[in-house]
C-alpha cells in the first residue's frame, strides 16, 4: 500500500506519553498515514502501550539511541514523505494534510517546515515562530552555500520539517556518530545535496518538556562527543568554507559552542573555538554576527570572559522565560 506520508516515532521508556502521540497522528484527516513506533529498548510498558493500536506498524530494537530507531523506521517507511515524531510530542489536529499540499506544490524540491509551541510542566509556553521570525526562509531562495549557511546557523527541530523520502535515502538518514545534534547535521546535509528549505505557518506540534531521562532533549553530552559532532559535520561543509557566509555561519556557531564550554569550564576548550572563529571570519565580522551583547561585553572583557559572561546573560534570561 501506498502512503501520503509516513510518521516515525521512536519510543524509549514513554508509556506515560505513548498513547496521545500515537493518538494525534491517527486523528490526521485529508492524508493517508503509515505510522512506524520503533521501542528502543524500553523497560517500561511503551511497547505494549503502542501495541494496543492496530494502526501502528510496531519494531522493537535494542536500546542504541532515537537516530539509530529513525534510520530503522526509514527501512520501513513506504510513504512519499516522513515526518519525525517524538514519542512525548503530539500533531496538531490538520497539520500534516496543511505540510503535504505545500510539499505537492513544490513537487518535493522544497522542504517545508513549520513551528511548535511548548509545554513545560504542564504550562503552556508559547513559541511560535512567526513569518517575520523566519523571513530568510519565507521563499526557497538563495544560493547553495546561502541555503548551507542558514542550516549551519538555524538548527530545526526533527519534527518541524516534512521531509521527501527520496531525500532523507539519498543522504543516508541520520548520522550515526554523532550523539546530539543529529537533525542539525541531517539539514546542512540536505542542504548541500540541493534541497531548500521554506518557513510554511504551519502549527505542526507540541513539544512536551519534562525532567524524565526518556526526553531525548534532557540528555546531556560530554565535551567530547560534542567535539566529534561538529567534526564530522565541519568534514560535510568543509569544501564549501570558500564562500564567506559559510565561514561566518560555521564561526558564529563556533562563538556559541565557546560561551557553552567555558560555562562548563572547560577553559581551554572553548578559547581554541574563540580562536578558530576569529581565523574563519575575523574579529570584527565574527562580533558583528553574534550580536550587540556580545560585543559590548567584547569590548570590555577578554574574549574567554566576555564569552562566559555573555553565557551568563543567556542562560538567566531563559530561566526567567521557562518560569514564567
Same mark, same amino acid.
Given at each position: 500500500?501506498?502512503? %501520503?506520508?509516513?510518521?516515525?516515532?521512536?519510543?524509549?521508556?514513554?508509556?506515560?506519553?505513548?498513547?496521545?502521540?500515537?493518538?494525534?497522528?491517527?486523528?490526521?484527516?485529508?492524508?493517508?498515514?503509515?505510522?512506524?513506533?520503533?521501542?528502543?529498548?524500553?523497560? %517500561?510498558?511503551?511497547?505494549?502501550?503502542?501495541?494496543?493500536?492496530?494502526?501502528?506498524?510496531?519494531?522493537?530494537?535494542?536500546?542504541?539511541?532515537?537516530?539509530?530507531?529513525?534510520?530503522?523506521?526509514?527501512?520501513?517507511?513506504?510513504?512519499?514523505?516522513?515526518?519525525?515524531?517524538?514519542?512525548?510530542?503530539?500533531?496538531?489536529?490538520?497539520?500534516?494534510?496543511?505540510?503535504?499540499?505545500?510539499?505537492?506544490?513544490?513537487?518535493?524540491?522544497?522542504?517545508?517546515?513549520?513551528?511548535?509551541?511548548?509545554?513545560?510542566?504542564?504550562?503552556?509556553?508559547?513559541?511560535?515562530?512567526?513569518?517575520?521570525?523566519?523571513?530568510? %526562509?519565507?521563499?526557497?531562495?538563495?544560493?547553495?552555500?546561502?541555503?548551507?549557511?542558514?542550516?549551519?546557523?538555524?538548527?530545526?527541530?526533527?519534527?518541524?520539517?516534512?521531509?521527501?523520502?527520496?531525500?532523507?535515502?539519498?543522504?543516508?538518514?541520520?548520522?550515526?556518530?554523532?550523539?546530539?545534534?543529529?537533525?542539525?547535521?541531517?539539514?546542512?546535509?540536505?542542504?548541500?545535496?540541493?534541497?531548500?528549505?521554506?518557513?510554511?505557518?504551519?502549527?505542526?506540534?507540541?513539544?512536551?518538556?519534562?525532567?524524565?531521562?526518556?526526553?531525548?532533549?534532557?540528555?546531556?553530552?560530554?565535551?567530547?562527543?560534542?567535539?566529534?559532532? %561538529?567534526?564530522?559535520?565541519?568534514?560535510?561543509?568543509?569544501?564549501?568554507?570558500?564562500?564567506?557566509?559559510?565561514?561566518?555561519?560555521?564561526?558564529?556557531?563556533?562563538?556559541?559552542?565557546?560561551?557553552?564550554?567555558?560555562?562548563?569550564?572547560?577553559?581551554?576548550?572553548?578559547?581554541?573555538?574563540?580562536?578558530?572563529?576569529?581565523?574563519?571570519?575575523?574579529?570584527?565580522?565574527?562580533?558583528?554576527?553574534?550580536?550587540?551583547?556580545?560585543?559590548?561585553?567584547?569590548?570590555?572583557?577578554?574574549?574567554?570572559?566576555?564569552?562566559?559572561?555573555?553565557?551568563?546573560?543567556?542562560?538567566?534570561?531563559?530561566?526567567?522565560?521557562?518560569?514564567?
Amino acid at each position: 500500500m501506498e502512503y %501520503d506520508i509516513t510518521v516515525i516515532t521512536p519510543v524509549y521508556n514513554g508509556e506515560d506519553y505513548i498513547r496521545k502521540c500515537i493518538e494525534s497522528v491517527l486523528n490526521q484527516d485529508g492524508v493517508k498515514v503509515q505510522h512506524i513506533v520503533v521501542d528502543d529498548g524500553s523497560v %517500561d510498558g511503551s511497547y505494549e502501550a503502542a501495541r494496543g493500536y492496530n494502526c501502528v506498524s510496531l519494531i522493537k530494537q535494542k536500546n542504541a539511541g532515537a537516530p539509530s530507531a529513525r534510520n530503522l523506521g526509514l527501512t520501513k517507511a513506504l510513504g512519499n514523505y516522513i515526518k519525525f515524531l517524538d514519542a512525548d510530542d503530539y500533531l496538531l489536529p490538520g497539520c500534516l494534510e496543511k505540510q503535504f499540499h505545500a510539499a505537492e506544490m513544490n513537487e518535493g524540491k522544497v522542504i517545508n517546515y513549520g513551528f511548535r509551541d511548548i509545554v513545560w510542566e504542564h504550562r503552556r509556553i508559547c513559541k511560535r515562530k512567526t513569518l517575520r521570525a523566519n523571513l530568510d %526562509d519565507a521563499v526557497a531562495s538563495g544560493s547553495l552555500p546561502q541555503q548551507v549557511s542558514r542550516r549551519i546557523s538555524k538548527n530545526l527541530m526533527t519534527s518541524l520539517p516534512l521531509y521527501p523520502a527520496k531525500a532523507i535515502k539519498k543522504v543516508g538518514g541520520f548520522d550515526l556518530r554523532l550523539m546530539s545534534s543529529q537533525e542539525w547535521n541531517l539539514n546542512i546535509r540536505l542542504a548541500i545535496a540541493g534541497y531548500r528549505f521554506m518557513f510554511d505557518d504551519v502549527h505542526c506540534y507540541t513539544q512536551r518538556i519534562h525532567d524524565s531521562p526518556s526526553r531525548i532533549t534532557n540528555r546531556k553530552c560530554d565535551p567530547k562527543s560534542e567535539l566529534l559532532n %561538529d567534526k564530522y559535520t565541519y568534514e560535510s561543509v568543509e569544501s564549501l568554507l570558500e564562500h564567506q557566509c559559510v565561514r561566518d555561519a560555521w564561526a558564529k556557531r563556533l562563538r556559541g559552542k565557546a560561551s557553552n564550554f567555558i560555562m562548563a569550564g572547560f577553559i581551554e576548550e572553548g578559547q581554541r573555538m574563540l580562536d578558530e572563529a576569529t581565523l574563519l571570519s575575523g574579529h570584527s565580522v565574527v562580533s558583528n554576527i553574534y550580536g550587540y551583547p556580545y560585543r559590548t561585553l567584547g569590548s570590555l572583557f577578554s574574549g574567554v570572559s566576555a564569552a562566559r559572561l555573555h553565557g551568563l546573560l543567556i542562560k538567566s534570561a531563559r530561566k526567567i522565560l521557562y518560569r514564567k
